[in-house]
C-alpha cells in the first residue's frame, strides 16, 4: 500500500495478508509461493500419522496462508494467478492487511502446539510400562498397545484385579514410566 509520511512523499509499505487456497492445495500454494520468492508464512502442526505415506504436516489454518508485500507488487506477481489460490482476503474489494504483531502471535501458537506433541510417544515400543496422567488411573499398571490416530489417542493395556482391559486415552497423558 502507499502511504503519505510527513514531507509529504510517498513510501511503499509491505503488509501481511491471509492468502486462501481452494481445500487440500495448501502445500502447492506454498511452494509456488517459494518459487516466486513472495515472502510468506505457512503455519502447520507437525503430526504423527499411522499411515507411512500420509503427510507429517497439516495446516494450522485449512485453506489460508500469509504473504507479504506491497500490493501491487504481489498482484505483479501474478498472485492471484497461481494454480489453487483463490484469492486475498477482503473486506468492500480492499484486501485486509495484517499486522505483523499478530503474525508473530500465530507464530508462538504454532511453536507452543508443535512442542506439545509427546516427543517420548514415538520411542515407546508396545508392551512396555506407561504412566497415565489421570487421578482415576492412578496406581493401576499399564502397557502401551498402539497409536490410535497418530496424533490425539492411544491404546493401553491395564492390568487390575487380575483383568487386562484395553483402554484409549488421550497421546499427551501418556509417557513412559521408569520401574
Known sequence: MRTMVEDNTITNQAFWYALRSKPKFEFIV?????????????????????????????????????????????????????????GLVNFDNTPASISGGL???????????????????GRIRPGERVWIADPMLQGIEARFEQCINGEDRVAVLLSYMGRTVRLQVDADKVSKRAF
Open 30 to 86: 506454498y511452494s509456488q509461493l517459494e518459487e516466486n520468492q513472495i515472502e510468506n508464512y505457512f503455519p502447520r502442526l507437525d503430526v504423527k500419522p499411522t499411515n507411512p505415506r500420509s503427510k507429517t504436516e497439516k495446516p494450522y489454518f485449512p485453506g489460508y496462508l500469509f504473504v507479504r508485500g506491497e500490493i501491487g507488487d504481489l498482484y505483479n506477481k501474478r498472485l492471484g494467478l497461481m494454480r489453487g489460490v483463490i
Open 103 to 121: 503474525i508473530e502471535v500465530i507464530r508462538r501458537q504454532v511453536e507452543r502446539e508443535n512442542s506439545k506433541l509427546n516427543p517420548d510417544l
